[in-house]
Structure formats: C-alpha cells, structure tokens
C-alpha cells in the first residue's frame, strides 16, 4: 500500500477507537506510519481524509445489506416478502456495523461546528440513496434515475436512521424487520380503501 492507502486505513481505525472529533492528525499519522504532510498531499485536510474514511466504512457496512451476496435474496424486486428481507438483513448487521452507526450519529450532531464535514458528507448522501434503492426494487444503481433515487432513496434513507436509532438506543425494543413490513402494509391497505 501506498501512503494515500495507509492514511485511509489508519483514519478508519481512529474513527472506530475515537471518534471523529477526538481524532488528530497525529493520531492518525501514528496508526498509518506516515508523515502529516502526507494528509495535506493525499487528502487536502484532516477533516477530508476523515470523511473519506467515514464513508468507507459506511459503504462497507453497506455491502453487507445485500442478502443476495450469499445467493440468498429470495423474494420479487418490489415486493413487500424482498421488503421485509432487505430489513432483516440490515438489521444483522447491527451488531458488527455498531461503532459505525455510533459514529454516524456523532458526525449528526455536531454538523454545526464542521461546516467542511458537513458539505462532503451531504455529497455523499445522494450516493447512500442510489446505493439502497436496488436493494429493493431490483433495478441497478446505474439504470436508475434522479426521480427514484430522490423519492425512494430518501425513504429508504429516512426509515434506515429511524432504525438505527432504535437498535443503538436499545435493541431489545427495536422494531424488527417483520413489524416495519406490517406497518407497511396497513398503510397500503388503507390507502386501497381511500
């Protein structure tokens, strides 16, 4: 690996060990065996390589959303049974991704004194969207347009935070897939009748 790797990867071990405000950039030259010019060089700034980092592990939490990386999405594109399993199978993830989401949360709520953070972090949000919807509705990310990736992606990405509330406040009370699936469709079932 080269320097640009190294400091992403050390960056990575630091958000996970102290989150993004307590990280320096000599903690992360430490963990990278690099140098400090080396994030200015590679990265532009401490906080840039950080986000970098950030959504890296985000997008590997992300790959293991799909069931059907194991050859196990059973269930119709569209359909409230492949509903149910894309939830379920982000919902195991929970455990393994939690430092993560604890990490998701932190960035969150101290947006207002990371402007910079702030902006490279809303860029990447429209790439979280277009990176849920296929899990749904079976289309490739590069197939779909503006219109779904801002309607449904944002629905996704809005139940998605909602649940990950939920499962780091407290597990035992969370909403599981199997409830977020009936909800669904009782609201379906009663706009039939509308």
Excluded at 21 to 41: C, H, Q
Aim: hydrophobic letters at 40%; charged letters at 25%.
């Amino acid at each position: 690996m080269g320097h640009r790797e190294d400091l992403l990867e050390g960056a990575k071990r630091c958000l996970l060990e102290k989150g993004f405000l307590r990280t320096t950039a000599r903690d992360i030259v430490k963990e990278s065996g690099t140098n400090l010019a080396s994030i200015g060089y590679h990265y532009g700034s401490k906080d840039a390589l950080l986000v970098q980092a950030y959504v890296s592990l985000i997008e590997g939490v992300g790959e293991r959303f799909d069931p059907g990386l194991d050859g196990e999405m059973t269930q119709p594109p569209g359909s409230l049974e492949r509903f149910q399993e894309v939830w379920a199978g982000i919902i195991r993830t929970v455990p393994e991704s939690r430092a993560i989401w604890l990490l998701s949360f932190e960035l969150m709520f101290q947006n207002d004194r990371l402007e910079e953070v702030r902006k490279l972090l809303a860029e990447a949000q429209r790439e979280g969207r277009a990176g849920l919807v296929p899990l749904f509705n079976g289309v490739p990310e590069s197939d779909l347009d503006e219109a779904t990736i801002d309607s449904e992606g944002r629905l996704y990405q809005t139940l998605l935070n909602g649940l990950m509330v939920q499962w780091l406040f407290d597990p035992g009370t969370a909403t599981t897939a199997e409830q977020l699936t009936e909800g669904l469709r009782r609201v379906i079932r009663e706009s039939a009748r509308s």
